[in-house]
């Protein structure tokens, strides 16, 4: 074969791929076409989600999807930093590897299986030991008010936070451990403590990249679709409390797709689709923006955590 | 002298007696360092053996000899740098003062307090400002005061003649400096924490000629507040600076030793074993 | 710098400061290096947080699953609610079905895909690459939306095939880059050596550089599989699952994630664990295939060395 016609081949093959990318885009947008222009930009705003009376709004669902995400990352940022600088600075040698590649599998399981879980077992804790604690603890009302039924926000943050925290540790932890050992050397070598060295000099250095991890973990949190649903409640109100039960644009894509007959209904789900993937493509942009050359040099199987 | 506040600091006494120890006007001859049978393995593999050495006070000591030869590993036990090297192994003594630094009560960070180290290529911190950097070691020690940050950051920088070209843009990103300024940056900052001894570990190996000059120039004026041992593979730096050289080389079992050490000239001049002769005859490097 | 003034004299404001330094680090100690261990064994205790839920699910999943398994759960097919004796054989094959259809459509995109990539420095490579990682951040769902309008919609009905597209995009990034990142690390040596024997470009490709970067090759296609085999969004509204034993393309197919999702979530306990014994098989599938591929992996840098 002609090596013109070898890289052209290839090229289109690699190209093609982009096609189907911009396929991808363009037909969810189409879909969501009538809908939004029925709606207009209200769409965004409106709070109502009625079949029955063809009203739909986006609102109670782009909460929720930030409300789960905004939960998962305040845990998983601060455990998956301590845990990442922990495997890099605090232990050494055969324990470390291991710990390693089984916080790596950790994000082999499937989203599924974690929600299955998190349903039949981490449930039932939430709705007897954490929800009446918290209640006694910042005295049941507000953001912790309300029936403790176990399924609703506060479990499927939960449930994000044990997926996300394998992305958000194995990234941070390449790229702590990219920090040049000269640097950790010439900060001991002031008579540094070891906290210090990490506190002052360490994650200065790796801030960028460990920016990038926390984003591209938010990017996952955000896309998280089967888990949530199975945990969240769904209910289309905006929730007032982590106890309440809630719905995510992707949990209620997944609930109401096969049931929706009438033509607005699916439309809608489609734009939920279609705001799901912006959100969800700007941040991995920005994560990989971020990240930048840690991306490329990264081990095969460290790329199935992304 | 009597410190009131030194009665509650029970565990650290060992190191307060010998702090004030170092801060009498001492005779000049006397050694301010001094390492006896030290030994290093990395592994089960040796790296130095049986070097027994004194480092003179308020003095520049050279520790010479070709690559391979142990002259890092050395400097590196002297302030317990292989502390954090797993698999490497200590013995024998290291005496600041009248002080073991391994021995069991010597917190190594507080030794690092007192011995300075600065390293081959330069290794300021890529996120902190100039300013920030020289006062990096103070703030590790608890070191709070704005005042006394500033005091000691101008006299640091002042010493090691950067201080009339960064004075007015000392927040400015440590990397706008060249690699001659960046290095002096870094003996500035390990110059701010005021230790008694300084290491140096080739430091001028990885810059121009005229970088070279000014350190070597800087580093003369550094005895009246220090004392410095400096690991250099280039000979004729050995001559230019130092006042006191140990020379090592790899023995016969891959394990460094010291051949011989002697003030500069001597040592140059009029050696004593035949290997150190062949050495600074340039016989081979 | 002066050089006439005494050693003495001028030492004097560095031996004040010098005693300060010392004095204040010496008293600061205690208290810094407790903040160093606590802040250590904090981070140390997360470290066991995130491992904790690991260990759970794994435990959880195993015990319970194991309760379900016997030969008729992995022979027969699913049985009416309430009866019991079912098994989910419809779902183990609608699973190979899907994933193999899914595989095959991503491995020449995927490998050729990556093949381009590692031969190219260029901005179209470049953007190529970028849109490769942009995708694999794409929500599965959105996947599955696509392939039901792309293949479920137009057609008129749900499909086995559908899901295999779905998957099979899902795929397709994970194969790109790291067969590229494999391709990248044969030796160049070997390449020009084929080219300057005057072989064309695409020859040197077939059997120089593809069969060097094999290991690793597999290693990528494991890894898609291991993600491919658990997604269970796409299958939502493509495959939609089914209670009855299928081969067809494009009929609705049973399949394994699908088993624990609708399953999972009913309240009757005999389909709870069903669930359950789905949800350990599928475990150790993806488990498999995973550490299978991290195996190739180890054996590939243990072979360059």
Known sequence: MPDGLYRGGLGAIAALFCVLITALVVTVAFQAASALNHFGLGFLVGTTWDPVHAHYGALPFIIGTLETTGIAMVLAVPIGLGTSMFLVHGIHGRIRAVLSTAVELLAAVPSVVYGLWALLVLAPWVRTIIEPALASITGGTGLFGGPQLGIGLLLAGLVLVVMVLPTMVAISRDVIAAVPDEQVEGAFALGATRWQVLWRVVLPSARTGLLGAVTLSMGRALGETIAVTMVIGNSTAIAHSLFSPSATLSSQIANQFTEATEPFHLSSLMALALILLVIAVIVNIAARLLVGSFGRDRSAASVAVL | MTDPDSASVTALDALDVATEQALEPPPLHAPVMQVRDLAVSFANRTAVRNVTLDFPRGQITALIGPSGSGKTTVLRSLNRMHDLVRTAKVTGQVLLGETDVYGSGVKPALLRSRVGMVFQGPNPFPSMSIYDNVVAGLRFNGVRRKALLEEAAESALDAAALWDSVKDRLKAHAGTLSGGEQQRLCIARALAVEPEVLLMDEPTSSLDPISTKRIEELLGELRNRLSVIIVTHNMQQAVRIADYCAFLLMGEDRAGQLIEAAPTTTLFQRPTDQRTLDYVNGRFG | ?????????????????????????????????????????????????????????????????????????????????????????????????????????????????????????????????????????????????????????????????????????????????????????????????????????????????????????ITSVLLALSRGVGETAPLLFTAIGSEYFSTSPVKPIAALPLVVYQDGIQAYSDLQTRAWGTAFFLVLLVLTLSIGSRLVAARLRRARR
């Not at chain 3, 261990?37 to 470290?47: N, W």
């Not at chain 3, 490769?132 to 951040?137: K, Q, T």
């Open chain 3, 1 to 217: 710098m002066t050089t006439t003034s005494s050693p003495q004299a001028e030492s004097d404001p560095v031996l004040a400061r010098r005693r300060n330094i010392q004095s204040i680090a010496a008293r600061s100690f205690g208290r810094r290096q407790l903040y160093s261990r606590v802040a250590l064994a904090v981070c140390g205790v997360f470290l066991l947080m995130t491992l904790i839920p690991l260990v759970s699910v794994i435990t959880y999943t195993a015990q319970r699953g194991l309760q379900a398994w016997s030969v008729s759960f992995f022979t027969k097919l699913p049985t009416p609610t309430g009866i019991p004796g079912g098994g989910i054989w419809n779902a183990i094959v609608g699973s190979l079905i899907i994933d193999a259809m899914a595989v095959a459509g991503a491995i020449p995109f995927g490998i050729l895909g990556g093949l381009f990539l590692a031969e190219s420095d260029g901005r179209i490579a470049g953007g190529i690459r970028f849109a490769a990682d942009v995708m694999s951040g794409v929500p599965s769902i959105v996947l599955g939306i696509f392939a039901y309008i792309a293949l479920v919609k137009t057609l008129g009905h749900f499909s086995a095939i559908a899901a295999s597209f779905a998957i099979g995009v899902l795929m397709v990034p994970i194969i790109m880059r790291a067969s590229e990142t494999a391709l990248r690390s044969v030796p160049r040596s070997l390449s020009e050596a084929g080219l300057a024997l005057g072989a064309r470009r695409a020859a040197v490709s077939r059997r120089v550089v593809l069969p060097a970067a094999l290991p690793g090759l």
